[in-house]
């Protein structure tokens, strides 16, 4: 198993833009996507992002399309998020997912039963 760290989380101001990363350690192969998903206090884990390392393709919820950016650099093996006019409800811990395989239909997974191997996550506090 590919072993995901993220990294990036912190506090910060309502407005403020913030780039969370996703560094992989241990890989043998590549899978199909790297995701990003959140998770905040009380909630269920919520699909934010994915990028394919094949094309570069990319999918977004349609809650933070416009907002946020998945980019990935295939020399380091790392995958970003690139998050703008944060508000407090973007509190979260947030989490890098491995999908090896494509799923049904779209091909990118988006419930959080359908990824290979986690990240232990980052924090992102927004203030208000």
């Known amino acids: 198993h590919v072993q995901l760290h993220e990294s990036g989380g912190k506090l910060v101001q309502a407005g403020d833009s913030l780039t969370l990363s996703c560094a992989a350690s241990?890989?043998?192969?590549?899978?199909?996507?790297t995701a990003w998903l959140r998770q905040g206090a009380g909630e269920e884990r919520e699909f934010v992002a994915a990028i394919n390392w094949g094309a570069g393709s990319t999918y977004y919820s349609d809650s933070f399309k416009g907002r946020f950016t998945i980019s990935r650099d295939s020399a380091t093996d790392t995958v970003y998020l690139h998050m703008n006019s944060l508000k407090p409800e973007d509190t979260a811990v947030y989490y890098c997912?491995?999908?090896?395989?494509?799923?049904?239909?779209?091909?990118?997974?988006?419930?959080?039963?359908?990824?290979?191997?986690w990240g232990q996550g980052t924090r992102v506090t927004v203030s208000s």
């Open positions: 997912a491995e999908q090896v395989t494509l799923a049904a239909g779209r091909g990118f997974a988006t419930e959080w039963n359908q990824f290979d191997s």
């Open positions: 241990g890989r043998t192969f590549r899978g199909f996507a």
